[in-house]
């Protein structure tokens, strides 16, 4: 697991090459993996998304203060793909977070180019993304999180409670959701998982 690990993260993109790719994905109308015209006006809509968050997302003083107190030097590798909505509403904030701490390193790459990694961290059996993999320096796992905030995970399983599936309702219904939260879930969610990388204040 180990070497899996180190070799994703040696190849793996930064959040400013991430986004040169989704640019380039735009403006050549595709995405990445199979091509089919829903992915790619996934990718375009997504595209608009994450450049939106990009200047607007905030994060609270208080969990300014939880990042920028991290002590231990950490990863955090990314499984991602452009035309996913999770995704776009989550590496911003994510992006946020890196860049309050220098012992934060995000890197990202893409789940269907790495199906070996992506297998070792599935969601219920499945290759739900995107799945934040927090990894020491030696490439040990300290944490996972992913592929929604707690609160985004409960509004998918009542939604399947009730009505058998996600459908295209749903999924419409869950990107205002996340307009109107804001991001707090998914920084709450994190600044919860890196607590014990705090210093001692």
Not at 36 to 65: C, G, H, M, P, V
Not at 153 to 163: A, F, I, P
């Amino acid at each position: 697991m180990k070497t899996l690990l180190e070799n994703s993260v040696k190849k793996a993109m930064d959040y400013s090459e991430y986004n040169l790719l989704f640019q380039q994905l735009v403006e050549e109308s595709r995405t990445t993996g199979e091509q089919s015209q829903d992915k790619i006006d996934y990718t375009k809509l997504n595209f608009s998304r994450r450049k939106r968050l990009d200047k607007t997302a905030k994060i609270s003083e208080e969990s300014i203060e939880v990042f920028k107190n991290i002590s231990k030097k950490q990863t955090w590798l990314v499984i991602s793909e452009p035309w996913c909505g999770d995704a776009a509403q989550t590496l911003p904030y994510l992006n946020k977070i890196a860049q309050l701490s220098k012992n934060i390193d995000l890197k990202i790459v893409l789940r269907d180019e790495n199906p070996e990694l992506m297998d070792a961290f599935l969601t219920n059996g499945s290759r739900a993304i995107p799945v934040v993999i927090m990894l020491d320096e030696d490439f040990n796992v300290l944490q996972t999180w992913g592929p929604r905030s707690k609160a985004a995970t409960k509004l998918v399983s009542d939604y399947k409670e009730h009505h058998g599936k996600i459908d295209d309702a749903f999924k419409e219904m869950l990107q205002v959701w996340y307009n109107n939260d804001k991001g707090v879930s998914i920084v709450n969610d994190i600044s919860t998982l890196v607590a014990p990388f705090k210093e001692a204040l």
